[in-house]
């Protein structure tokens, strides 16, 4: 199994009293039964300012937030890639998230207010750019090519899971995005955008919320 890791930094203030806390896509995983060598997946991932490796830090960072407020994370991104030797071949991504809070008892609740307010997934496949809104579910040609878009798939949607009206880092933990595309040879990128609720309370003060997310190459 390949792990790939990496982390990014979010500070909360609320109050006048700070938070920090982690907000970042953290793990890469290649997990498949599949062929031998030469054959074998070799999962990499990069983000804005490192080159690709197995393993990237402080992906999106940002200081201050109170609740209400909003970061769209501009020019931050994760990249992933493989590479087979026949020049096409079709591969699924999982994406889900885990975390945990440095005091909280219960970081579920926490994550019920991290909203995901952006979440965009560019891949390419044939000379063709793919645009995955995974807030709908929607993909839309950026460029290239005359195929046209596929219907909305609910398994590249972040559903609200807890029916709180919310879409959130605790829906993504309990239904993931699943086989979201991911061609060898080429480059897919994650993009995010994060609101800390408004209506978040007192009770989250000083608290460290640590996210972290995973991306396992399924199949090819």
């Not at 006048?16 to 039964?33: N, Q, R, W």
């Not at 440095?102 to 390419?124: E, G, H, L």
């Not at 839309?140 to 090519?145: A, I, P």
């Not at 800390?196 to 000083?206: I, L, S, T, V, W």
Request: charged letters at 20%; hydrophobic letters at 40%; a neutral charge.
């Amino acid at each position: 199994m390949r792990s790939i890791k990496l982390k990014a930094v979010l500070l909360v203030t609320m109050a006048l009293i700070v938070f920090s806390g982690y907000i970042g896509v953290a793990y890469a995983c290649f997990d498949i039964p599949g062929p031998t060598p030469p054959y074998q997946a070799d999962l990499k991932i990069r983000d804005q300012d490192e080159t690709w490796r197995d393993g990237v830090f402080a992906t999106w960072m940002a200081r201050n937030m109170a609740p209400g407020d909003n970061f769209a994370f501009n020019g931050s991104f994760v990249g992933l890639k493989y590479q087979l030797p026949r020049y096409v071949n079709t591969g699924m991504v999982d994406i889900t998230c885990n975390y945990n809070s440095w005091s909280a008892r219960q970081p579920d609740n926490m994550a019920r207010y991290m909203v995901i307010t952006k979440c965009v997934y560019f891949y390419t496949c044939m000379n063709e750019q793919w645009q995955i809104d995974c807030l709908t579910g929607k993909t839309t040609k950026v460029s290239g090519g005359p195929s046209v878009p596929m219907p909305p798939n609910s398994n590249w949607q972040i559903q609200d899971a807890d029916r709180d009206g919310r879409i959130t880092f605790h829906d993504l933990k309990m239904r993931p995005l699943k086989s979201v595309p991911l061609i060898s040879g080429g480059e897919a990128r994650f993009e995010m955008s994060v609101c800390f609720h408004k209506d978040a309370g007192n009770e989250f003060q000083n608290n460290t919320f640590n996210l972290t997310m995973f991306y396992t190459l399924t199949s090819w």
